[in-house]
């Protein structure tokens, strides 16, 4: 809903999605970004994260993809060439607890969900034992 | 800037055994061979988060018996915080062992007893009063007043202990117009003045940056164990006597100001930020080198392009460095660090530098420098770091076979004592594991009530 | 340097006096809180407060440092942390002083201050850094330096230094000789990254190796993939938190000498390995699957909301690791605009404390609280925010920190009259304490200031050989 309400760090596309500008990247700037729905380039201009040119829509690359996006019932929309690449410990990030059973060097850690049964007093029956 | 009198460049070593020496002295596989300089002493870490914990846990490292007192079955809030939320250590404790506890609670507790305490139930105040009366130090970050509302505060300890050490951990302090103020480690850094001269400037696109490490509180509690230390001394070599102390986090960090604070109050000069180069020395700071080091790697870690810091900051030195890139000129026009280190020509040296630099790998720079007999360090990732093997030889990162969890890198202590050295024995151990040993050994529980206390999650 | 005085005595004349405004009294600090609201408070005031320092004895009077360190920060900061706490530190600095006197920021030698009885320069680092400390030279590049080095050693129960790896050894002063002559000693050597292994110190090293070598600096600033890059500390951050982690070791040795073995040891501290104990889980997380801690800027990788950022004057942090902050946050979001509340709150995908951790979820997070606090001022924000109970406060800048009410009233900033540098700004010791709290007696002296006297009270020299030693650059 492009209009007066659409002068901040939010963009939200004509298509209903809500583009996440954030704001260590986009609360000073001048320039392209693009839907990362529908794929709507508009150029724009923030100063202290208030719009103060724009959203034009606008042709061409842009300068710099969204955060993050999500239509309006939240479902989420992200990944390489819709939304800026996240900083990452490596390739392939869950974002949720990740089982780890051994180490980098292959040895024995404790490093995922246990049982009672799984325990000797507090510590895990699979390093008690080797 | 005169050349630092060190004896000339060679390093002094070359014909001695010194190096040999110091490897043996300061050997880390050795360090249980050896005594702890703390032997004796007991301390209470009744704690959370960073500052406090950390406080107790070098205390810990010297070799004091520390015990960490929590919340029974779910621990304190630093147990459920964990980069990514994914790699978590299992059991939370031995009644949650479904859920871990993450690695933000990792370096903050080591070589500690681990018993469960709600300070919120009547039977904890007796409990506290047994435990304090055996006890040489109290570390505590609670809200200033709380403990000393729930009966156990430095005022009630001191009746029970008069030789009691206190110390009190947290953001403003228990006086003055913060004293209800809740902080953590950035507001720390961002209050106390760290935050605001920390980044690149804004040509740089930079902002103010926090340091990324929980500075103000890891470093905070350091600084309030040098004052438990004095204290120690104070009452063991001199006085017999207890006392109470309290640090503040935002006063620490003010304290790291350097020459801010002189220079605003007679100068009326309000220190800005300079990304990272050096106010006061040129060359002494990071350049950009245009590629990566591992262009194949699929981390994107590893992806980045390189930075390397150069330091070249005595005449000759820069130079050298000069010759190096090809720039002659720029020895010519800044033949001395007064002229090096002012502002535009510190802009100027380091784009030279990083022009020059645009088509190389930080190895590739750092052995151009090498040859120059420049010195520079690669800005390492935490891999690379890791894999390093002056730090393994060292043992300040190692292998630690951890009695609960297996086989994790650790840190080590960070400092060497050639009779008394430091060490790590565990990260940490889940909620309420010695419950048993503490509370029979310092509170006389027999084996019933413990149970009971535990059944009814007083511990 | 007549042009830089004068320059310097212009800019003090425009300057502001400290305090802008007056340091609150007590009675204003507790205006309207009921006694039993206040008991606590003022009895801490009355235990701990700074201006009953004096009034009480010093921890660590007992003790003698020689701090022979120069160009670096790190034995300084080890020393100041003693001096604070009551040590007698002598400074030995090479004649003509350590060089880091001559340093002022952005090469602007008016901001040198000068004392009264020379007129002699010095920059505002080192000053802030010389508390309590005297000032002596000695030449150890010579034979008589060394052995008047020797003499001293006996007297002392800590040395600092920091040359080159094994240079005092080979000078026969190191830990092996000065523990023959008194085997009470401890020697606390410091450095960058060590005196031993391959990475050991090199001549001329200064702190910003250690950030480098040891992550941190990777670690730190704006990440790459929102057009960042890393940044070191604007302090020389890991020489404090190395001279913090020596003042632990020197003191942990002191402590095991008179209670237990009568006898010193050698310490060694360094700023890289200092900060690798204190980079929180690096370590552990890439041991665990290889994982490469990234920069995350202000943003926090394992606690939302827990970060800084912009708003209409500046940064704003803002603190709520846990769901009841997190709810009163996103409370004080919605009276003002309350489609910023509901983007957060309808959201299933955020309900979990620990679902809010992924960096999507943080984007949508921050993007939603800096909307709203762009308009607003650090202070309107954090004023709105504590009215909900929740942490928060500005970035502060160094005028703002001097000013800052609760500072100036707990002396945590604070003026000294110094009876050689005059009124001087500074950061008070931060070692409050009941029974023997840190202070600051005196700033910094200029060079070799004390020699006569500590030349004369410890090893009984006489005016003609403090002339000769003077005349033959020895001291």
Known sequence: MPGEDNKGLILHCECGVKNYLDPYAFFNFSGKTRCASCGQVYSIELQGGFMTKGPDKADGEPDRLPGYAETADFEPISGPGKTAPSPKPRADILGRPKPITQSIRGRPVSGRPLTKEDLVGSKPRMIMEG | MPRARTGGKKAATENSDFEEWCQQEFNPAAAFSKPEALKGYRVLSCTQYILGPSCAAYLGELGAEVIKIEQPRTGEPMRHTTPWNEPLLYPLSRWVPERGTGLGFFGANYNEYFVGLDFHRPEAKELMLKLAAKADVVVENYRPGTFDRWGIGYRQLKEVNPRLVYAWLGGFGGWGHGRGRASYDILGQAQGGAFGITGWQEEFGGFPSKHTIWLADYWGGMMQAVNILAALYWRDTVSGEGTFLEYSQVDGVTRQLEWSLPVYGRYGVVRQRWGGWDTELCVNGIIGCGKSSYPDSDNPQEQEEGYITITAYQDEDFIRLCDAIGRQDLAKRYPELDSRVLADSQREIYAALEEWAKDKTKEEVASVLDKNDILNQPVWNAKEVAEQPHWRERGSIGWLDDPTFGDVLAQGPGYKLSETPPRVRSAFKPVGTDNEFIYAKLAGLSNEEIEQLQEEEVI | ?475
């Open chain 3, 1 to 475: 340097m007549a042009d830089d005085r004068a320059r310097a005595v212009e800019l003090e004349s425009k300057a502001k006096p400290w305090p802008a405004i007056p340091i609150d009294t007590q009675e204003e600090v507790y205006a309207g809180v009921p006694d039993s609201a206040k008991d606590y408070n003022l009895y801490l005031e009355s235990a701990v407060h700074w201006k009953d320092a004096h009034k009480k004895p010093e921890a660590l009077d007992r003790l003698r440092v020689l701090d022979c360190s120069h160009t670096t920060m790190i034995g300084h900061w080890c020393s100041s942390l003693l001096a604070e706490l009551g040590a007698e530190v002598i400074q030995v600095e090479p004649p003509g002083g350590d060089p880091l006197r001559k340093l002022v920021p952005l090469g602007r030698k008016h901001y040198y201050f000068y004392d009264k009885e020379r007129g002699e320069p010095v920059g505002p680092h080192f000053l802030h850094e010389m508390r309590n400390k005297l000032s002596t030279t000695l030449d150890l590049e010579t034979e008589e330096g060394r052995e008047i080095l020797k003499k001293l050693a006996v007297h002392a129960d800590v040395l600092i230094e920091n040359y080159p790896p094994g240079q005092f050894d080979a000078w026969g002063i190191g830990y092996r000789q000065l523990s023959e002559i008194n085997p009470r000693l401890i020697y606390t050597w410091v450095g960058q990254r060590g005196q031993w292994g391959p990475l050991k110190d090199k001549p001329g090293m200064t702190e910003i190796a250690a950030e480098a070598s040891c992550g941190f600096i990777h670690g730190t600033g704006i990440p790459r993939e929102q057009g960042g890059r890393p940044v070191k500390s604007a302090m020389w951050m890991a020489d404090h938190v190395g001279g913090t982690r020596a003042a632990i070791g020197t003191l942990a040795a002191a402590l095991y000498r008179d209670r237990v073995s009568g006898r010193g040891q050698f310490v060694e501290a360094t700023g890289a390995e200092a900060v690798i104990r204190i980079l929180d889980y690096d370590w552990a997380w890439y041991g665990m699957d290889g994982s490469i801690r990234p920069r995350y800027g202000n943003w926090d990788l394992a606690i939302n909301i827990y970060a800084v950022n912009p708003c209409k004057d500046g940064l704003i942090m803002v603190g709520g690791g846990h769901d009841r902050l997190w709810y009163r946050i996103w409370k004080t979001v919605g009276k003002d605009r309350s489609e910023l509340e509901d983007d957060i709150l309808d959201d299933k995908k955020l309900r979990m404390v620990t679902d809010r951790l992924p960096h999507e979820a943080q984007v949508k997070t921050y993007t939603n609280l800096t909307e709203w606090q762009k308009g607003k001022s650090r202070a309107q924000a954090e004023k709105a925010l504590q009215d909900e109970q929740v942490a928060s406060g500005g970035v502060t800048y160094i005028d703002e920190v001097a000013e800052f009410p609760h500072y100036k009233y707990r002396g945590h900033v604070r003026e000294i009259d110094d009876n050689l540098y005059g009124k001087v700004l500074h950061a008070g010791s931060a070692f409050k304490a009941e029974k023997t709290p840190g202070r600051v007696k005196w700033l910094g002296r200029p060079v070799g200031y004390d020699n006569e006297d500590v030349y004369r009270r410890l090893l009984g020299f006489n005016r003609d050989d403090l002339k000769r030693l003077s005349s033959e650059g020895v001291i």
